[in-house]
């Protein structure tokens, strides 16, 4: 197993900078992972969490493997697919592939078990999965999932997960929202608030872009306080994740 130590977060005034190849690394044959926050065997003190958004790991899965089945609680998980397929089963008898342009919310609530395996017996997966500290504890498990339009995002941010079911984005139980935008170079867009006091995690899946006057490259990321909007332009073709979240 190798295992790669981050460097301590940069930090510029209400923001704090997390660099791609600052992250927690592991390579476990099977499982590429990279850590933006503590988990597992990667520690940080700097990065436990940035507010109510608690993990933020960027999985890459060879083919015919997987995650075994294991328990959760009190926590909202979002999975993002970048590549590939990957195959979910639960212990609340959902049994399901979440594919590109899919994205899959569960809240663990009083507690669930579930597998995660690629679907391929041959090509990678890559996918984000995020976890958020739930604003009500102990609540029924829920899960869903739905397929969003890469049309939706184009030049603009597209709303996907929100506590209000917003422009028929999936609903997570936290005053937080997650927004997708698929940019063109050069284009330019303003991320607006929902909720006052909230901050922005603003995190590069693909391409470059300028932001807060800092550049960001590919999943890099930069957590945001005390703002009520920002302004976002591509410097390349950029794919950009917005996670809106509480910061108490």
């Known amino acids: 197993m190798k295992?790669?130590?981050?460097?301590?977060?940069?930090?510029h005034g209400g923001s704090v900078i997390h660099r791609a190849d600052s992250r927690g690394y592991f390579n476990h044959g099977w499982l590429k992972t990279y850590h933006t926050f503590s988990f597992a065997g990667y520690y940080d003190k700097a990065r436990v969490h940035f507010g109510m958004l608690?993990?933020?790991?960027?999985?890459?899965?060879?083919?015919?493997?997987?995650?075994g089945t294991h328990p959760h609680d009190?926590?909202?998980?979002?999975?993002?697919?970048?590549?590939?397929?990957?195959?979910?089963?639960?212990?609340?008898?959902?049994e399901e592939i979440i594919a590109p342009n899919e994205i899959q919310v569960m809240s663990a609530g009083t507690g669930i078990t579930h597998s995660e395996?690629?679907?391929s017996?041959?090509?990678?997966?890559?996918?984000?999965?995020?976890?958020?500290?739930?604003?009500?504890?102990?609540?029924?498990?829920?899960?869903?999932?739905r397929i969003f339009d890469l049309f939706l995002?184009?030049?603009?941010?597209?709303?996907?997960?929100?506590?209000?079911?917003?422009?028929?984005?999936?609903?997570?139980?936290?005053?937080?929202?997650?927004?997708?935008?698929?940019?063109?170079?050069?284009?330019?867009?303003?991320y607006k608030i929902n909720t006052k006091g909230n901050g922005v995690y603003v995190f590069v899946i693909e391409g470059k872009i300028q932001t807060e006057d800092e550049t960001l490259g590919k999943r890099d990321g930069m957590g945001i306080e005390d703002a009520e909007s920002i302004n976002v332009k591509a410097l390349t073709g950029s794919k950009v994740l917005f996670i809106e979240i509480p910061m108490t």
């Open 3 to 11: 295992e790669i130590k981050s460097n301590n977060s940069a930090r």
């Open 54 to 67: 608690r993990v933020l790991n960027d999985d890459i899965v060879e083919g015919g493997e997987g995650f």
């Open 74 to 94: 009190n926590m909202e998980i979002v999975t993002i697919p970048l590549y590939g397929s990957l195959a979910h089963k639960d212990s609340m008898g959902h």
């Open 117 to 119: 395996y690629n679907a």
């Open 121 to 145: 017996d041959k090509d990678p997966v890559n996918l984000l999965q995020i976890w958020v500290f739930p604003k009500e504890h102990n609540v029924t498990p829920r899960y869903d999932q």
């Open 153 to 190: 995002m184009k030049n603009t941010i597209f709303t996907v997960v929100s506590p209000d079911k917003k422009d028929d984005s999936l609903w997570l139980n936290q005053d937080a929202y997650f927004s997708l935008s698929e940019l063109s170079e050069g284009k330019e867009v303003e």
